[in-house]
């Protein structure tokens, strides 16, 4: 219901000035060295994470076309739509959804552009639970360490999965070394992301985040780190380097 | 959204493949294969028909195949199409020669023995390696080719790029690559530049018949005109590189067989026995040509499109390989992420990849040729010592080994011989 409001709204009224101006903001989602630049690095190997956990508990090879088809899957936090892209391009059916209205259409235009179909929304994981939505696979990439309660919003991305779906979710450590990587390196020495962008206390221990996910009801089944390698200056998976960014994967068991 | 999606959600949006390679020629078919077996659908373009470009003749060239050019073409099913056709070269023997004096006592000896790889490499003719990839292009699913047709233009759209051929079809896909040789193409359409050296020196090539077996060693004088390279063939045969300035080179190739062998046999004396031709001759102006891109949006280039270099260590092909071995891993992990393969953000990391790599190669042959290419008797007994030097360590010989094997560097998983 709420898709078919939103897409009519930015297919018919929305005036031409404004699409200019989505388009300039699509365009700046997707520059590799603009505003998302960090994003963008690290997305390959966020990708990597999430595919081989979705193509691993649904039993699919993504060796062949479309791997995902027949899949529901949620992004929370969609932004452009960077991981939404290439989880319709894999072949899953994709809902978008953003907290952040003017994020909507860009990600909609960019959509267009690639030739993708995705049901971008204007809502929140909590209103979509509310509304007996239901997927395959929830992805929460570097939204818990930015909401108000993680437990409440961990139960609605629980209830927002079928009976054996799968959760991804990925933020923040809190140590001395993600505050100087993540606050003093990322946005005052590298200027990677603006300032203020995290605090440092809503920043999340793996162990308090499988405590919680446990608790919204979910069975946390792996855990990996996010690492930055200056050499190749790119990020990489690791088994037991969690000490910054990192991801985690939950089922929500069989009823 | 107007068009109508076909399932799953996916617009197809009339790509007719998911990636278009201009040039059929020898980078052009591997990467098609490679491709192919990551699972993309490709399309083949070549301005020729496939009947001239396999049936050609022995033409007398051919390459020496680093082993993980050779890995490269057994994963992709090319090796063993051509593996009893091809020469293992088990010995690298570099002289310092002045024409009429024979060869310096000073030489540098490389020894597959050395390291537990197997060969250095395989010598293999252009007519075979050019039979198998068409004829492997042309029994896998995944490979439409068109032939005869050359492109004349290419237009990119934020989701793909549309090369429209000389008879006006058109071919629309994600990525279009070119292996379209150092000549204006795909990269000069992407408006990519070049910058070129020219040398006043031309290559010889030929191949000969020789009475006594080879053994396969491999030999390079490097002699004050240039280089002379004697690449051991199947049976008693050997493939001949050498170069001369472009006026004598000229004269050179002006004369009737006999005339010329009487100019290559002293070059490098008589331990093969008596020679003769085997095979036509043939002269290449060297030079360097370098793009200034390696990619464009959604356009990549591969082998002498990107890098044409010098062909004193036989490197090319074997450049152009680890190019097409690297775009089709880089395309491969971007399309099981599920990112879009034409994107900026897939072919950046390609070029990051090979940028390095080939302008260091490039330059390193180019001062390689300069140094042995001196007649200055200062310049002369420093290489000779620098030779003894590295033939006197085996650390660094083994180094140089590795380096000749194409061992070293950041490598594809299918030159270490891992499924793409």
Known sequence: ?255 | MDNPCLPPHICHMDFDADIAIVGGGLNGPALALAMATAGQKVILIDALGVTVRKDAGFDGRSYALALTSTRLLEGIGVWERIAEHAQPMLEIKVTDGRAGEGPSPMFMHFDHAEIEEGPMGQMVEDRHLRRALLEAAKDTDGITQINGRRVVAQDIDPAGITLTLDDGQTVRTRLAVGADGRGTGTGARAGIKRVEWRYAQTALVCAIQHEEPHNGIAHQFFMPPGPLAILPLTGNRSSIVWSESERNAARIHALDDAGYLEVLRPRFGDFLGEISLAGARYTYPLGLSLAHQMVAARVALVGDAAHGMHPIAGQGLNAGLRDVAALAEVVADAARRGEDIGSEAALTRYQEWRRFDNASLALATDSFNRLFSNDNPLVRMARDVGMAAINALPGLRRGFIREAAGLTGDLPRLMRGKPI
């Open chain 1, 1 to 255: 219901m709420q898709s078919e409001t939103t897409t009519a709204t930015a297919q018919s009224t929305v005036d031409p000035a404004e699409i200019a101006k989505f388009e300039a903001m699509a365009a700046e989602w997707w520059d590799l060295n603009g505003k998302f630049k960090p994003l963008h690095m690290l997305n390959p190997c966020r990708l990597d994470y999430i595919t081989t956990q979705i193509a691993g508990e649904f039993d699919r090879d993504l060796k062949v076309p479309a791997p995902f088809a027949g899949l529901r899957i949620l992004d929370i936090g969609c932004g452009g739509g960077l991981l939404a892209e290439p989880m319709a391009r894999l072949g899953a059916e994709v809902v978008g959804a953003d907290a952040a209205e003017r994020n909507i259409p860009v990600a909609q235009i960019h959509a267009e552009q690639s030739g993708l179909e995705i049901d971008y929304r204007h809502t929140t994981a909590e209103a979509m639970a509310e509304d007996g939505e239901k997927f395959d696979v929830v992805l929460n990439m570097e939204v818990v360490e930015h909401v108000a309660s993680p437990i409440d919003y961990l139960t609605a991305c629980h209830d927002l999965l079928k009976s054996g779906g799968l959760h991804i979710c990925s933020t923040i450590n809190r140590n001395p070394k993600s505050y100087m990587m993540a606050i003093i390196g990322a946005e005052h020495v590298m200027r990677w992301l603006p300032k203020g962008t995290h605090e440092w206390s809503k920043f999340i221990t793996p162990d308090e985040l499988f405590d919680l996910l446990r608790q919204a009801g979910l069975d946390p089944v792996d855990r990996k780190g996010f690492v930055f390698n200056p050499v190749k200056w790119t990020w990489g998976l690791s088994d037991r380097d969690l000490s910054v960014n990192y991801v985690t994967a939950s089922l929500r068991p069989a009823d």
